[in-house]
């Protein structure tokens, strides 16, 4: 899988999780920091990353994103503490956080 599609949970002061996807993991996360992101996060500053997955393409990614939207809170904490990624959200490879 050699994707530049990735898939996050970032994890917001309020501990509130937000599940998006990007090209770059860097300039997205600067931009929720500055408030261009989502509104949700930006209502929520600082954000984190708490995990992150490289998709097998963009379509894979934002398809996966929706899926992750529809957890319920305790699956997506499971996810972002290194648990199984549900077989239906399809080939997800969990990288390193970023620094």
Partial sequence: MDSDAYVYLLR???????????IDLERRLAAHQDGRGSAYV??????????????ESR?????????????????????ATG????ADLGPLVALPLPA
Avoid at 42 to 55: E, H, I, M
Avoid at 60 to 79: D, F, G, M, V
Avoid at 83 to 86: A, D, K, S
């Fill in 42 to 55: 930006r209502r929520r500053l600082p954000a984190r990353y708490a995990a992150v997955w490289r998709a």
């Fill in 12 to 22: 917001c002061a309020d501990d509130s999780l937000y599940c998006g996807w990007t």
């Fill in 59 to 79: 379509s894979h990614a934002r398809s996966a994103e929706a899926r992750i939207k529809r957890l319920p809170r305790p699956a997506k904490l499971a996810l």
């Fill in 83 to 86: 648990g199984p990624v549900p």
